[in-house]
């Protein structure tokens, strides 16, 4: 093989790699699929990972954290197989959070959130970034309030692009 091959081949696996989203793991198949397909689909590890009750994980690949507005939930078996896998969008007007709940409740409802802060108040505040738009140039996030680990309030802002919240990062 010349120099020149091996520079191509070393170049299009690069930008093979570049090209990793969470997205990806869409194009993933139920039951032939691995963990660590998934994990090489979306260009990084789980941001959370849940063990269920009946052996299996659930994988949380999240954008939140990155500006992005979805979740991928992927159950896995004890084998290492893609059971099943949902893609989560926060919708900040019908989404089934409910005061009273917890927040494992909520983050297996929504995903892990985009950001979370500790109020004066003794507040926990976890925002979701949403695909909901204000207007031009502006776009909706979503805020659970927990007090002692329970859902006490939810409340929606409308945020300008490009502008941070004082309590979390941009």
């Not at 194009?27 to 990972?49: F, S």
């Not at 976890?126 to 006490?152: A, L, S």
Request: net charge positive; aromatic share 8%.
């Amino acid at each position: 093989m010349s120099l020149r091959t091996l520079a191509l081949y070393v170049a299009v696996l690069l930008s093979l790699g570049a090209c990793a989203t969470v997205e990806n793991i869409g194009e993933l198949h139920v039951g032939t699929a691995t963990e660590t397909d998934a994990t090489k689909a979306a260009g990084r590890k789980p941001v959370y990972i849940w063990n269920n009750t009946d052996g299996t994980r659930t994988l949380d690949y999240s954008n939140q954290p990155l500006g992005g507005t979805t979740s991928w939930f992927v159950t896995i078996d004890a084998g290492g197989k893609i059971l099943a896998k949902q893609r989560i969008e926060v919708d900040p007007r019908n989404n089934g959070v409910a005061v009273g709940m917890s927040t494992d409740q909520v983050r297996r409802m929504l995903g892990s959130p985009r950001g979370v802060a500790t109020y004066v108040s003794g507040e926990d505040v976890w925002e979701w970034n949403t695909d909901t738009t204000g207007g031009p140039g502006e776009y909706v996030r979503f805020n659970v309030y927990f007090r002692n680990g329970v859902v006490h309030r939810t409340a929606s802002r409308t945020v300008r692009r490009g502008e941070c919240s004082s309590n979390m990062s941009c």
